[in-house]
C-alpha cells in the first residue's frame, strides 16, 4: 500500500501565483515527515521537515493529522521554484511520494 | 553543510561485466548509508539501507546477490552491480544518515548506469 501519495504528477502554474503542491500519507503514531527538492541536474536536497516548523525559499507545510495531509506551500511561485518535489514520511527509512514536477511559466 | 559524493556520476558497461560505485560521507562520519535507484522523472526507490561494519537490509524485491553492498568504513559504503544487464541501467543514488532514525538524510550526487 502506498503510504506517501503526490497525487499530481506535473502542477504548472504562473510566476507570482500561489502554489500548493499536495502530499497525504498513511501512518499509525506520529509521523516524521519532509520535503525534499530536486533541481534540474542537481542532487536531492531537503527543503523543510515538519518538526522545524520553518520556511524555506518561502515555502511552508503544516502537518493535519486529521487530514493525514501535509501539504507544500507557497504564496507566490518563482520561476526558480521549477523543480522536482518529494513528499517523504521517515519511520527508520524514508519513504518517498512519487513526486511532483513543478513548473513555474514567466 | 554536510557533502555527500559519489563516484563516478556516469559509467557505461558492457552485459555481464560487475560496476562498483562509491559513496562518501565527505565532512561527517555517517553510521547508516541508503542506496536509492530513480528512473526518470519518478520516485526514488530504497534498494538497501546500510549499516558500518554490519551487512546491509535490502528491501524486498531488490536481488542482495546482484546488488552487493559493503560499508567498511563510517565513511564509505559501496555498490557492486554484479554481472550487469540492460534493465539495470539506472540512476543511482546514496544517502548518508549521522546517527539516529530521525537524522536528515544528506544526497549524494547519483552516478548513472548505462549498461549496453
Known amino acids: 500500500a502506498q503510504r506517501v501519495t503526490q497525487p499530481e504528477k506535473l502542477l504548472s502554474v504562473f510566476k507570482g501565483a500561489p502554489v500548493e503542491l499536495k502530499c497525504n500519507y498513511s501512518?499509525?503514531?506520529?509521523?516524521?515527515l519532509f520535503w525534499y527538492v530536486q533541481y534540474s541536474r542537481q542532487r536531492l536536497q531537503l527543503l523543510l521537515r515538519?518538526?522545524s516548523r520553518e520556511s524555506i525559499k518561502g515555502f511552508t507545510a503544516d502537518l493535519n493529522k486529521g487530514e493525514t495531509s501535509f501539504h507544500l506551500k507557497k504564496p507566490f511561485a518563482q520561476e526558480e521554484d521549477s523543480a522536482m518535489y518529494y513528499c517523504a514520511l521517515s519511520e527508520g527509512k524514508l519513504i518517498f511520494g512519487q513526486g511532483t514536477e513543478l513548473s513555474v511559466k514567466p | 553543510g554536510a557533502v555527500v559524493s559519489q563516484h563516478p556520476s556516469r559509467v557505461i558497461c558492457k552485459s555481464g561485466t560487475s560496476v562498483k560505485i562509491e559513496c562518501r560521507s565527505l565532512d561527517f562520519q555517517a553510521t547508516t548509508m541508503f542506496w536509492y535507484r530513480q528512473f526518470p522523472k519518478k520516485s526514488l526507490m530504497l534498494m538497501a539501507t546500510?549499516?558500518?561494519?554490519?551487512?546491509?537490509?535490502?528491501e524486498q524485491g531488490v536481488e542482495k546477490d546482484k546488488f552487493l553492498i559493503n560499508h567498511a568504513s563510517l565513511t564509505l559504503s559501496t555498490l557492486t552491480v554484479t554481472s550487469a544487464h540492460p534493465e539495470d541501467s539506472s540512476f543511482y543514488i546514496c544517502?548518508?544518515?549521522?546517527?539516529?532514525?530521525?537524522?536528515?538524510?544528506?544526497f549524494g550526487p547519483g552516478t548513472r548506469l548505462t549498461v549496453l
Open positions: 546500510s549499516n558500518e561494519g554490519s551487512k546491509a537490509t535490502y
Open positions: 501512518y499509525s503514531g506520529s509521523p516524521e
Open positions: 515538519h518538526i
Open positions: 544517502s548518508a544518515q549521522l546517527t539516529s532514525s530521525t537524522d536528515t538524510q544528506y
